[in-house]
């Protein structure tokens, strides 16, 4: 279960692959931390 925190609220919650498939802020973060290692 992965939590995702935005001011300390809860704004999603899920398994990696749910919370990527949504396109919410989760998948916002992980394309913005793919895009910065490269």
């Excluded at 925190?5 to 998948?27: C, F, P, T, W």
């Amino acid at each position: 279960m992965i939590l995702v925190l935005v001011d300390g609220d809860i704004v999603e919650h899920g398994n990696h692959q749910d919370l990527m498939a949504r396109k919410g802020k989760y998948y916002q973060m992980q394309q913005a931390a793919a895009f910065s290692s490269e």
